[in-house]
């Protein structure tokens, strides 16, 4: 079974710093990986998603990320980070086959500081 | 399209109480989920219905039960819930089981 890992639990940053947030994941097969992210008092919404093709993926709102195959990475990065950025955010996987649920990593709380 | 509708928003009940709580898309998907969140914490996935069938039960207790009545539709009913079943829940659905999720804005549960 797949399983995922997000090292920072709860990150600070200032307005305009930059922001990585670190997602590994354990499986031996083909994944499709997710970043998703959770606003004070909103529902999950998508960032970005890897199916496969170009290894860096951009997504909503200025983010992306880069799936490095021999490092089981799936990082999250963006050049300026701002104060409605303040969110937690969540990457998953799934087994890109069969019946497989999507697994989510603990979360990583953003908290941006004017 | 990409909306996930969930009724109602927010539920108060007793432990000796019945409710069920309701999910609708109208994207065509073929596979729907709950999900239970806690504060602070990742989604957990409860059950997963396919082609209006259930496929997984994560070993949900079975004061949960849901029901898929059509494909755009996705319930679950509650009943003599604890008050550690307070959480946030979700729905969401997916064109197939390996695509992206879909979240509903979530049914706040809570317990007394």
């Known amino acids: 079974a797949q399983s995922v890992s997000q090292h920072n639990h709860h990150v600070i940053l200032s307005e305009a710093a930059s922001l990585e947030l670190g997602c590994n994941y354990s499986?031996?097969?083909?994944?499709?990986l997710f970043w998703y992210v959770q606003y004070p008092g909103q529902h999950l919404q998508l960032l970005l998603k890897?199916?496969?093709?170009?290894?860096l993926v951009k997504g909503i709102k200025g983010f992306e990320a880069e799936f490095i195959k021999s490092k089981f990475s799936f990082n999250l990065r963006k050049p300026s980070v701002q104060w409605s950025d303040t969110a937690e955010y969540f990457c998953?996987?799934?087994?890109?086959?069969?019946?497989?649920?999507?697994?989510f990593g603990k979360g990583t709380r953003l908290s941006v500081i004017a | 399209d990409t909306e996930v509708t969930q009724t109602p928003k927010h539920l108060v009940m007793g432990m000796t109480n019945k409710k069920s709580l309701k999910c609708e898309q109208h994207?065509?998907?073929?596979?729907m989920y709950w999900y239970k969140q806690k504060a602070k914490k990742p989604p957990e996935l409860m059950f997963v219905?396919?082609?209006?069938?259930?496929?997984i039960n994560e070993s949900v207790p079975s004061r949960f039960s849901p029901e898929c009545p059509n494909s755009s539709l996705l319930n679950l009913h509650l009943h003599a819930l604890q008050p550690e079943d307070s959480a946030l829940y979700l729905c969401?659905?997916?064109?197939?089981?390996?695509?992206?999720?879909?979240f509903g804005p979530g049914t706040r549960l809570t317990v007394t």
């Open positions: 969401a659905s997916s064109q197939e089981h390996i695509g992206v999720r879909y």
């Open positions: 499986y031996g097969g083909t994944v499709n």
């Open positions: 890897y199916f496969s093709g170009d290894p």
């Open positions: 998953a996987v799934t087994a890109n086959s069969g019946n497989t649920p999507l697994v």
């Open positions: 994207m065509g998907h073929r596979a």
């Open positions: 219905y396919s082609y209006e069938k259930l496929s």
